[in-house]
């Protein structure tokens, strides 16, 4: 029975550490998102954007790939 409370609050403590990284996490991201914008002009946050659009789409594709490749080797 204590092995079961102590894995029980280990379960809790582990769940409340990742809620907590993530609201840090999503807390910084806003932090430097507002400071940013008072520091870059909208032409550079322009680019900025089209620059991270693209590479998401590169990676998007390469993960793509990368599945359907491993999806062919499976058949």
Do not use: C, P
């Not at 909208?42 to 390469?62: D, M, N, P, R, Y």
């Amino acid at each position: 029975m204590e092995l079961n409370s102590i894995e029980r609050y280990h379960a809790l403590a582990k769940s409340s550490a990742i809620f907590l990284g993530i609201a840090l996490w999503d807390f910084t991201v806003a932090l430097s998102v507002h400071l940013g914008r008072k520091m870059i002009s909208q032409k550079w946050l322009k680019w900025l954007s089209v620059a991270a659009g693209i590479s998401l789409i590169g990676f998007g594709i390469s993960f793509g790939y990368r599945a359907f490749k491993t999806l062919l080797h499976m058949i």
